[in-house]
């Protein structure tokens, strides 16, 4: 399958290696790849600086967010939730039209420190300002509730025995999205309804930041146990 | 241990029998009682009238929410989120000065439908209210992200094998909830820290509402994978 990773942060390479190694064809979107493949400076979460990681995944092409979308089956929102709606539309809405869009972003907002706020809450959500946005993409929310090393290896937090969740309002793509996830190795994957629902998902946010503290590492993940 | 369960709906007695058969000393308390005792109508959410649940468990008297809270080593507010500090206001600064105050309510604003929404969110939470306007009052949250059959009988589901959180800026009365919730069967008591953590707490109810949805019953709890 074509997949267009968009975003170079910690979630969107972790992502792209994880699929590449699954054997689709994928590339990473970005606004300026030359800038991005430049990049010496260490990730924002202390991972390897972009450059070295494009070093040893040059098989994966670091492209525009146009041209990552416009070449895609399935393009994946893992750029900064703040500016997701910016990013996308750079992408072009005419690139991301009939295209499965699996948003795995959170809108959280720093400005205040940390830990961040989460904007929008309750009557809106990060899922559904995209789906607004691109009437025409079909937007799958998932895998935002985890951090990227257990969203690409489910195994390494308790033997894989954990939820990952999917909102969306088009059912192929909701399997889609599934048959991805369970590339990946997730094995629980719940479907909790409509786009709307990504509402619930996002908003396990702020007790995600607050686990991460008290454990002091961020490889866990919820089960919903039943 | 004396014990005042606040409220009347599904939780509240259903912590206050679990309580009461444990062998602790346990009354209700609520606005009106001689009120509360005649009630015929069924329970919110299905259960059993008032009248009748009390008729069988006439060891646990039904009080004024002040006369519960005063003779009470830990309170436990177990009232509608949305009417809690009102709840608190009538019971009595003074009847919970220096008390546990185990709060296990959820701010939900059903104003506008269903699924209802949470308020405060991000830089509030209903825990922090109830320590601000009590300062005196030694506020945990707990068990606010299960439905009552599940709090009071964590075997039932899955075995047990599911976590439930404390926030709180008082370490002994943490302990002292945490053995409670020991006492009730829970075994992964995670502490996500000062009250301030109960933000996360309260904010999994979004997700809790639609897993609920997904699953078409409310006999299911998170846990945290590890």
New interface residues.
Partial sequence: MKIAVLGTGTVGPALAEALDALGHDVVIGTRDPRATVARTEPGATGGAPFAAWHAAHSRIDVVTLADAAAGADVVVNATNGASSLEALTTAGAENLSGKVLMDVANPLDFS?GFPP???P???DSLGEQIQHAFPEARVVKTLNTMTASVMVDPAS??GG??SV?ISGNDADAKETVRGLLRELGHRDI????DIS?A???E?????????W???G?G????????
Wanted: proline share 2%.
């Fill in positions: 205040q706020s989460l904007n809450v309750n009557t937090v308790a025995e954990h969740f719940i479907d909790l309804g629902t509402r619930g998902a908003m396990i946010l702020p007790l995600w930041l607050r686990v503290g008290a454990l590492t490889a866990f993940n919820f089960k919903v146990a039943r």
